[in-house]
């Protein structure tokens, strides 16, 4: 079972390049989301969506986007990455309810110089 | 808005002592209340839930009690090993919020042999 799959697994990025992190999961997961870990701050959300077509903003969603066109794929895109966003990524998924468990992928360590 | 905070730490204990890492949260209505484990170089895994007041979860020895009275949902295990060593997340989720996962910042554990 791949269960959520990330990658790239490593990136670097000079300030201003755009890039974007790829999350898919293969357990029909209704629900989908993007979150950051940084020393100190514990993971905080970037972006959500319950289903394919629908998005929304989490606690930090400033300089991101996101796009659900498929059940499987929710990728990450960083329009003009800047310092302030080297961070350790993580994709999540669950079934939909909130007494539900994520499931999560193994990160993207993003360092923007 | 919904927000879970955490006992800072790290803590430091010996092999077979008590364990115990405060967790409360702050949340309208009534949230599913979520331990996760991160082992070194991993993504987060499910370790404990809850999902009504006064429910205990369990799993591997560790244990956390929903109470709403307190809102807190504190981690205990009678003895730790030393392959406990990790850091630990508390966790809320909020049908009526969207259904996002909302995390606490996170408790680093070291255990001594």
């Known amino acids: 079972n791949a269960g959520v799959t990330q990658t790239p697994k490593f990136q670097v990025l000079k300030t201003g390049q755009s890039m974007t992190l790829q999350c898919a999961q293969d357990?029909?997961?209704?629900?989908m989301s993007w979150y950051r870990q940084d020393p100190g701050m514990g993971l905080r959300l970037i972006h959500y969506?319950?289903?394919?077509?629908?998005?929304d903003q989490g606690e930090v969603p400033n300089g991101y986007n996101v796009s659900r066109s498929t059940t499987e794929d929710f990728p990450l895109r960083l329009l003009s990455a800047a310092p302030s966003q080297t961070s350790v990524y993580f994709c999540?998924?669950?079934?939909?309810?909130?007494?539900?468990?994520?499931?999560f992928g193994s990160g993207t360590q993003l360092s923007v110089l | 808005g919904d927000s879970v905070t955490q006992m800072e730490g790290p803590v430091t204990l010996s092999e077979e002592a008590f364990l115990t890492i405060n967790c409360t949260y702050t949340a309208t209505g009534y949230p599913s209340l979520f331990w996760y484990v991160q082992y070194p170089g991993e993504g987060l895994q499910l370790l404990l839930k809850a999902t009504k007041a006064d429910d205990k979860g369990s799993n591997k020895g560790f244990e956390a009690t929903y109470r709403k009275e307190t809102t807190s949902f504190h981690l205990e295990k009678g003895s730790v090993q030393v392959s406990d060593s990790a850091v630990y997340f508390c966790?809320?989720?909020?049908?009526?919020?969207?259904?996002?996962?909302?995390f606490g910042a996170g408790t680093r554990l070291f255990v001594k042999a």
């Open positions: 966790a809320l989720t909020r049908g009526a919020g969207g259904f996002k996962t909302i």
């Open positions: 999540a998924s669950r079934r939909q309810g909130n007494n539900e468990k994520l499931f």
């Open positions: 357990m029909n997961h209704e629900y």
């Open positions: 969506s319950v289903g394919a077509g629908i998005t």
